[in-house]
């Protein structure tokens, strides 16, 4: 059985059931676009995420899903794609299915909480679950009584820390460096120690809660597991299973006010990135492949996520910085729709130039 229960590599799971290559060592993420929606480009940009139809949302959402005990990420994904395609035969019969579903980041079947699931064509951003921070509450299992420095040694594997992802890891087992932002005991008792892990996406718990028992001197492994956040989601409004299956049956019986709380715009999944506002001109270019340009940029919002600062530092400077990558940005419409995924990489208040990068279409 691949152990993937920390890491961050994420799979989309078609309408025949199939694992796509999405399930790969992020480092290796292909974020090219493929395939396209029937109609002209500006036919494909879409109404403002409040204005949606049940159908719409359900073509481009997301879902914070609460990952239950027992089935598998792959398991749950094919059940959300499911029960997904089913509801729109009834909303929808005209249109189509959604080709899968793509969630954030593989937790084991023991391992329970944060399991934001993007669906339809949304699955296409799934790359935006790398740029943020992810969040674990650990049950540490020592192998002898906790020491007096549990604490201050803990505090120690704060910042930058190597790891090779275990032998059952499904990716490839390279030394690589990873930044845990913060670890807090929360509660000790005799060999149990409850931790709460704010860590860099691709960063494996069960490999940190072995380096820390040799540390302790102890020894040590991971015991019980939930993820608590994946940027911009939080267990505060965590949605379950039957929470999706109640709100899809409502809304097939003609009441979506449910629905709209369990499924959001998938644009609710991009709040963590900078967002660069562009023409609708500009938009409808997009929708075939084009860079945006300097013209077409309407204003540029750089946020509070991870990638601010860097940001804002090419909004001032107008050239990305040397120590520095091109920040990931979702470029929308005036009114809120997404259009792409870019890297922002100009100045976005020059005459002429690129502006944004294209990674990825969403229309």
Known sequence: ?????????????????????????????????????????????????????????????????????????????????????????????????IDGVAHSGTLDPKVT???????????????VFL????????ELELHASAPSDLEAVVAEFEGEIYQKPPRKSAVTRRLRTRTIHEVDVLEVADRRALLRIRCESGTYVRKLCHDLGLALGTGAHMGALRRSATDPFDDADLHTLQDLWDALAWAREGDAAFLREVVRPAEDALDHLPT???????????????????PGVIDVDVGSGPAADIAAEIVTTGTVPDDADAPLVACSLPNGSVVCLGRLVGDPDAETGTVVALERVLV
């Not at 078609?14 to 480009?41: F, N, V």
């Not at 879902?63 to 094919?78: E, F, M, R, Y």
């Not at 660069?276 to 001109?281: C, G, K, L, M, R």
Request: aromatic residues 2%; glycine residues 8%; charged residues 25%.
């Open 1 to 97: 059985m691949v152990d993937d229960t920390d890491a961050d590599e994420r799979s989309t799971h078609d309408a025949h059931g199939h694992e796509h290559d999405d399930a790969r060592d992020p480092d290796e993420h292909d974020a090219h676009g493929t395939g396209s929606d029937p109609g002209s480009p500006a036919d494909r940009l879409r109404p403002a995420p409040e204005d949606r139809s049940p159908a719409e949302l359900l073509r481009f959402g997301v879902v914070n899903l609460d990952k239950p005990a027992g089935p598998s990420s792959h398991q749950v994904s094919a059940w959300v794609r499911d029960g997904i395609n089913d509801a729109l035969a009834d909303l929808d019969p005209d249109g189509p299915e």
């Open 113 to 127: 909480g944060c399991l934001p699931t993007l669906t339809g064509t949304a699955t296409r951003a799934a790359q």
């Open 131 to 138: 740029e943020g921070h992810k969040e674990y509450v650990a």
């Open 276 to 294: 660069v506002t562009i023409a609708p001109s500009a938009a409808a270019t997009v929708a075939t492949g084009a860079t945006i340009y300097a």
